[in-house]
T-cell receptor, first 113, second 112 residues
Framework: EAGVTQFPSHSVIEKGQTVTLRCDPI?????LYWYRRVMGKEIKFLLH????????ESGMPNNRFLAERTGGTYSTLKVQPAELEDSGVYFC???????????FGAGSRLTVL | QKEVEQDPGPLSVPEGAIVSLNCTYS??????FMWYRQYSRKGPELLMY????GNKEDGRFTAQVDKSSKYISLFIRDSQPSDSATYLC????????????FGAGTILRVKS
């Protein structure tokens, strides 16, 4: 079974540019989560999709972040315009409904210069 | 004050040692407690999942939860160099791991 796939693995952009991160969850997992870890901080929750619907987006830091999951399969997280403080590692995780286990991807490292 | 406190280490032990990793938390609504292991450049991997207070054992790993003290522990017996990783505690108020709150992670190094 393929795991959670994220790309790009590393993105370096200038402040003010746009970046789109993509997550392909495990097939059949209705629940998809985005988390991020900024330098020196804990991994923090961003949002939770159930299929294509946003179940909880209380962790999204501001309106420069837009997450989508069209069709309930893969998800994208767009940052526009990127700021220096957005640098960090963005993790995606997926979970089958009724199961306790979240499976995380390897993360997408974002560096904003 | 952080919701979850975890000493970042690093913790360095000789091979074969018993390792004790700990987290404290402030939110009494947390009911579900997890330990994740993360290797460099990889995502967190679930090691242990426990509900409420008590102990849970899985091979060389034992997780303990003391809700009265708001304190959780992970013990690793007969530690191996392959156990070298970052160990993250995580907690949630609701079942199924929605909206996890993580500790900072403890870096563990097991020397052969």
């Amino acid at each position: 079974e393929a795991g959670v796939t994220q790309f790009p693995s590393h993105s370096v952009i200038e402040k003010g540019q746009t970046v789109t991160l993509r997550c392909d969850p495990i097939s059949g997992h209705d629940n998809l989560y985005w988390y991020r870890r900024v330098m020196g901080k804990e991994i923090k929750f961003l949002l939770h999709f159930v299929k294509e619907s946003k179940q909880d987006e209380s962790g999204m830091p501001n309106n420069r972040f837009l997450a989508e999951r069209t069709g309930g399969t893969y998800s994208t997280l767009k940052v526009q315009p990127a700021e220096l403080e957005d640098s960090g590692v963005y993790f995606c995780a997926s979970r089958q409904s009724g199961a306790n286990v979240l499976t995380f991807g390897a993360g997408s490292r974002l560096t904003v210069l | 004050q952080k919701e979850v406190e975890q000493d970042p280490g690093p913790l360095s032990v000789p091979e074969g040692a018993i390792v004790s990793l700990n987290c404290t938390y402030s939110n009494s609504a947390f009911q579900y407690f997890m330990w994740y292991r993360q290797y460099s450049r990889k995502g967190p991997e679930l090691l242990m999942y426990t509900y409420s207070s008590g102990n849970k054992e899985d091979g060389r790993f034992t997780a303990q939860v003391d809700k009265s003290s708001k304190y959780i522990s992970l013990f690793i017996r007969d530690s191996q160099p392959s156990d070298s990783a970052t160990y993250l505690c995580a907690m949630s108020e609701r079942e199924y791991g929605n909206k996890l709150v993580f500790g900072a992670g403890t870096i563990l190094r097991v020397k052969s």
